[in-house]
């Protein structure tokens, strides 16, 4: 009898700021179990139901196991090899090329090759870039616009979770839910209390997080850019501000002080439906706690109409008290741990008008037919990009569709010619980086069935269309290991990472610009921005109405009176396994699309809990069941969003423009969560 074997990994789900270690022991007769890793240096053991049931992925009875094409466009799918499949991708690929039309054929890909931080970085792009077609990833829907206002600021760091808790008198979870979204934040926010630190949660709804806080401020939906500018307005009033930071290390401050004159706390209240008592106790938290942290990571800020103004306010907010440069302060972020991004190819890219990685740019190049071929890497466009019956018959207009992924999902379903199956993360050998550190990935299983690495197929792919150098390496080690030499990575090794499962940590200053040199034109922490202006954005965090508001857009709201609010819980990862449909255990936990509503909306409508009724506005409709609570606030509702559901009803309108995008390589998300419905029950 031989001997069970140990190995480590991270877990495959793209949480971030965090991404949990696992541990996997291969008993002798083939089984695999699944542990969280205790040597981890942030999960310290622990996995959230998601990680748990994760070994229900590998050996999962519907994941794709051989290369299938459609049969018929409306039929189902036979199956194929993957040389025909490859040579029928190639000649359409080519005949694009041939034509002088190298856009026409695009590659999205999302968190499904994201989990394999090479994959993301550098392998996938380097394809798009030497053969010669549009890239877009799955960063647009998911965080982009919070990238421009970091960028205007010119404040980019990262500060570690763990840390942070530990050192921070106040943790504001700003839009946040990390114990729902990244179960893991958990025990970390809980050591700020242990620390006799103060947790605060801003957010409409009555969140996970918000229960653990000591304080919960519930401002209307949208209206964050008053409150962070209110708060402003008292720290300035009061002369309570970091007054050397902002006349050393700051640009524009004139002017900000200027603009935030108009925002008057007072009318604060009213705009953002919460009282002036609340508005003068979040400008109290930042006078009288030292450091006071912001979790922001990334995600719901950017889907609004004024996500980057929101950002940006919030990030003013922070350089005006004091909390930049200094540990258990700043913003927590993800991670920016960056690669040997040489190895990209960015440089031998063929010219072409590539539409850009913005969705008002996808949507103008998918409407005008400027795409006709469309590879989706480990993404599913059709759950996750909004206003999805404009995108499907955006996605019936295209020559081809080719989906690579584990499972079927709904673009696959309804949009595929040839569905690619993949190899899932025990099946190849990556790493992760996350928060300071950089973790391997081992390879555990061999691959079932015909189920190809993406850097394999691309290859191929690449070979058929003249380049042959995509993949020079020998062997996917060595390529790891050129993608490591980089000062951030410290030119680490796949075999030093195979030493230690706890990491190795990255080369990054422990607490960001703590130099007080900004990544900014001026290079100082930017209220004012001058780019901003140039590319036609405020120079200053301002508020701008949303496009559909309970209150600001009444005669819309007299036809569809309910605030959409996109959400995420515990139970899912996005859309990810067919919207988690495949894994036995998350099914039960969520089987079907719960649309949450105010008791007194689910009342008006005669609704009770656990019916069924139909979400709708003028783009389109979805059937979702009803759960009446108090967690979402009057004239709102909320879904989850690894539904379709949700985006057979937002708007594709996205605020940051594509030049924007063109000139910061950010920007772009679509407004989701300005968006107003309504709701009928089905008839009983
Ligand atoms: S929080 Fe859960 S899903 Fe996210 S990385 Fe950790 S174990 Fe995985």
Redesign the pocket.
């Known amino acids: 009898m031989g001997q069970n074997k140990i190995s480590y990994t991270?877990?495959?789900?793209?949480?971030w700021p965090?991404?949990?270690g696992?541990q996997v022991i291969r008993y002798d007769d083939g089984r695999i179990e699944i542990t969280?890793n205790r040597h981890h240096d942030f999960?310290k053991g622990?996995?959230?139901?998601?990680?748990?049931c994760?070994h229900e992925i590998a050996a999962n009875k519907d994941r794709h196991l051989t290369p299938l094409r459609r049969d018929g466009r409306q039929g189902g799918f036979k199956e194929t090899t993957w040389d025909e499949a490859l040579d029928e991708i190639a000649e359409k690929i080519s005949a694009n090329i041939k034509k002088g039309e190298r856009e026409a054929t695009a590659l999205y890909h999302s968190h499904g090759n994201i989990v394999q931080r090479i994959n993301w970085k550098v392998l996938t792009p380097r394809f798009a870039n030497l053969v010669g077609i549009t890239l877009w990833d799955g960063n647009f829907p998911c965080w982009y616009d919070v990238g421009v206002a970091q960028q205007l600021t010119g404040y980019w760091g990262l500060h570690d979770p763990a840390q942070t808790c530990e050192k921070t008198a106040a943790l504001i979870n700003w839009a946040q839910d990390p114990c729902a979204?990244?179960?893991?934040?958990t025990p970390y926010i809980l050591k700020v209390r242990e620390n006799k630190g103060l947790v605060i949660t801003i957010d409409p709804r009555v969140t996970q997080t918000a229960a653990i806080s000591d304080i919960h401020l519930r401002p209307k939906l949208g209206t964050d850019v008053w409150l962070a500018n209110a708060a402003a307005h008292i720290l300035i009033k009061e002369g309570a501000y970091d007054q050397e930071f902002v006349n050393k290390y700051s640009h524009g401050f004139n002017e900000y002080k200027n603009h935030i004159e108009a925002f008057a706390p007072a009318e604060a209240a009213k705009v953002c439906e919460i009282s002036l008592k609340e508005i003068e106790e979040l400008a109290a938290i930042f006078v009288k706690n030292k450091p006071v942290s912001t979790n922001l990571t990334r995600g719901a800020l950017g889907k609004h109409l004024n996500g980057i103004q929101m950002v940006r306010a919030i990030l003013c907010l922070i350089g005006l008290s004091g909390n930049v440069g200094v540990e258990g302060g700043g913003a927590i972020w993800g991670e920016t741990i960056e690669f040997n991004l040489d190895l990209c190819g960015k440089d031998k890219r063929p010219a072409a008008d590539y539409p850009v990685n913005n969705f008002a740019a996808i949507d103008k190049a998918l409407e005008e037919g400027k795409i006709n071929t469309l590879l989706v890497v480990g993404g599913n466009p059709l759950s996750q990009w909004p206003n999805l019956p404009r995108l499907r018959r955006q996605l019936r207009q295209l020559d081809m569709v080719v989906v690579y992924d584990l499972f079927m999902n709904h673009t696959a379903r309804e949009a595929a010619d040839f569905i690619l199956p993949a190899t899932c993360w025990l099946e190849e050998l990556g790493l992760r980086t996350s928060n300071r550190r950089i973790y391997i990935m081992e390879k555990i299983l061999e691959p079932p069935g015909q189920c190809r690495e993406a850097s394999m197929w691309m290859n191929d792919l690449a070979k058929r269309l003249g380049v042959n150098d995509y993949f020079y390496w020998d062997n996917k080690e060595e390529c790891l290991d050129d993608c490591l030499r980089s000062k951030a990575c410290r030119r680490a090794t796949i075999k030093e990472l195979m030493k230690h499962p706890e990491g190795i940590e990255a080369d990054l200053p422990e607490a960001p610009y703590s130099d007080y040199v900004f990544d900014s034109p001026s290079k100082k922490f930017e209220f004012y921005s001058t780019s901003a202006k140039e590319m036609g954005l405020p120079a200053l965090p301002t508020y701008e109405a949303p496009l559909e508001s309970i209150t600001d857009t009444p005669g819309l709201a007299e036809k569809y009176p309910l605030q959409l609010i996109s959400s995420r819980r515990?139970t899912h990862?996005h859309s990810f396994h067919d919207s988690h449909q495949v894994i036995q255990t998350l099914r039960s936990l969520e089987p079907e699309p719960i649309l949450y509503i105010h008791p007194q909306d689910a009342a008006a409508r005669g609704l009770d809990d656990g019916d069924y009724a139909i979400m709708f506005n003028e783009r389109g409709k979805g059937r979702i069941k009803v759960e009446i609570t108090t967690e979402v606030p009057p004239r709102h509702v909320s879904l989850n969003d690894c539904w379709p559901q949700l985006n057979e009803v937002t708007s594709s309108y996205t605020p940051c423009p594509p030049n924007v995008t063109a000139k910061l390589g950010m920007g772009g998300q679509p407004a989701y969560q300005n968006v107003l419905v309504e709701i009928k029950g089905e008839q009983k």
């Open positions: 991270t877990c495959p789900y793209n949480c965090i991404n949990c696992q969280g999960s622990r996995l959230c139901v998601k990680g748990q994760s979204s990244q179960a893991n934040m515990n990862f």
